[in-house]
């Protein structure tokens, strides 16, 4: 298992050395598991002048699977945009081809009490949303700043989607509701965007390929109602690149915190970029405080969609259930009044529990 590990900035370093004890634990199992680091983002560019540079592209490139910690940073704001950190994410996302993005959304019972929402509301939530990361406003062409007749500044952007990228991150979503509850659910906004309308008489034309999955369609707005009024009602949502980003931080408010929740990012043939989905924290940063779950269930992701290591995913899992059945929880998941513990801390006891 060759992995590239790209810690990036703010928090990036911490919660990624902690998910690298994992690594340590089952190499020293006996699984063959291989680390090359790279840089990425903010520091990729400090040290390379590049958020995404070619000595990271050919490192991720020769990997299995890339584990990302987090990038971006105040320090960064004033840099061109092509050079920003955000560049960086978006760079290799688009040079590995890494079109379908899993954010799964799952509360664990001892944090029904971290959520904004009530307990009734949110107990038992398993969600997984489907964004699709490679197309879209994110890299329609064209796109810039100009002047216009009346000699108005203006900023303008693409939204665009082809066919065969709308068919294959729905195939996503159709595969991966046969493997869970079999509901899909189709975000949109059909009902005012050309691009949509597209994605929606697309994703209805495969619907008959897969009998079994109950489809439906919504607007992106009604989605955005609906994920906090009734989050229950969703198994899995597939939806473009910006309304998926933007439904997606949306939803990990629903699981307690968005210092819980991993991502995966595949191309066609598995080969993933795992990440948490919260950012940098820069805020936070080098002070022992953020939370490295999200990281470690990135690990399981992988695990479980590039090495078919459903066994290690699974471990990963139950280990990250025991800590939180233990009490432990770092600031952004604790209670008022309760105990909190330090990135270093936790990663310490999810080791223990995993050798278990
Ligand atoms: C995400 C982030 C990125 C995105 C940024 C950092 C470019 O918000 O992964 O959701 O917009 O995709
Ligand atoms: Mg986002």
Known sequence: MKIAVLAGDGIGPEIVAEAIKIFDVLRAEGETIEIERAHLGGAAHDAEGHPYPPSTQRIAGAADAVLLGAVGGPQYDSLPRAMRPEQGILGIRKDLQLFANLRPALLYPELAGASSLKPEIVAGLDLMIIRELTGDIYFGQPRGRRTNAQGDDEGFDTMLYARPEIERIARVGFATAM????????????????????????????????????????????????????????????????????????????????????????????????????????????????NPLATVLSVGMMFRYTFGRADLAARIEAAVRRVLAAGLRTGDIAAPGEAVTGTREMGDALVAALRK
């Open 179 to 290: 493997k869970r509850g079999r509901k899909l659910c189709s975000v949109d906004k059909a009902n005012v965007l050309d691009t949509s309308i597209l994605w929606r008489e697309v994703v209805t034309g495969l619907a008959h390929e897969y009998p079994e999955v109950q489809l439906s369609h919504m607007y992106v707005d009604n989605a955005a109602m609906q994920l906090v009024r009734a989050p229950k009602q969703f198994d899995v949502i597939v939806t473009g690149n910006i309304f998926g980003d933007i439904l997606s931080d949306e939803a990990s408010m629903l699981a307690g915190s968005i210092g819980m929740l991993p991502s995966a990012s595949l191309d066609a043939r598995g080969k993933g970029l795992y990440e948490p989905i919260h950012g940098s924290a820069p805020d936070i940063a080098g002070t022992n405080k953020a």
